[in-house]
């Protein structure tokens, strides 16, 4: 399957508004946001696991990294509720689920091949002072990519230059990007050089970023 597969361009989805599409497992959909590949696959996605289900054990050649959007999602290396921050590098495996059900935006694919840096964070416990009304914490930074968490006040704004490309998903709240307004589970992408210039809505909003990785994305290796 190819979506969204042209990182030369902006994409704006609002994925609430995506139909969930069943996966090979029980009990666990998908909102396809990007994919170069079939199963295994260069991956962008919100999967969405319903009470008790669980996804077979399986190894990340490729890492993969997570954020907990609402629920308590699980495997055997612990509870993992929402606000969570999760990086599986290459070579990792796990066997995912979740008791009470959760939802999570996943990437897959998307790592530095000899990246082995293997961790967990609350996302939010580790943000600075808030600065013209945006405070921010560092998730995760390499030669290849840097990861944030922002919490922004009402009208507050947030720019990014976007070298190496740039993704950005809305958390809660809002801000308006381009003329368009990005709620609650808005996914943007934009390629290199091409500035982030965001204000947030009156509400505020809490927003994850990544930088950098869109100039070394490629398929999957299968």
């Not at 939010?124 to 405070?135: E, K, R, S, T, Y």
Request: aromatic share 8%.
């Amino acid at each position: 399957m190819d979506l969204n597969t042209d990182f030369s361009k902006r994409v704006a989805l609002h994925s609430e508004q995506i139909e969930w599409v069943p996966s090979p497992m029980k009990g666990v959909d998908r909102r396809m946001l990007d994919r170069v590949g079939g199963e295994v696959a260069r991956a962008t996605t919100i999967v969405r696991y319903a009470a008790n289900s669980t996804f077979s054990a399986h190894t990340h050649t490729g890492g993969e990294e997570f954020i907990v959007l609402d629920g308590v999602f699980q495997d055997e290396h612990g509870d993992f509720p929402k606000g969570t921050y999760v990086r599986n590098p290459p070579t990792s495996s796990h066997t995912p689920g979740s008791k009470d059900g959760c939802t999570i935006f996943v990437k897959l694919w998307q790592f530095d091949m000899d990246d082995r840096t293997q961790f967990r964070k609350d996302m939010a416990a580790d943000l600075a002072a808030p600065v013209d009304g945006v405070a921010t914490a560092q998730l995760h930074s390499d030669a290849f990519e840097i990861v944030t968490f922002s919490q922004l006040d009402a009208d507050a704004s947030l720019e990014n230059p976007a070298k190496g490309g740039l993704e950005m998903l809305v958390i809660d709240g809002s801000v308006i990007e381009n003329g368009e307004t990005l709620g609650k589970g808005a996914w943007l992408r934009l390629p290199n050089g091409d500035a982030l210039k965001a204000v947030a809505g009156d509400q505020g909003a809490r927003v994850w970023v990544k930088t950098g990785h869109l100039a070394h994305a490629k398929p999957p290796a299968v």
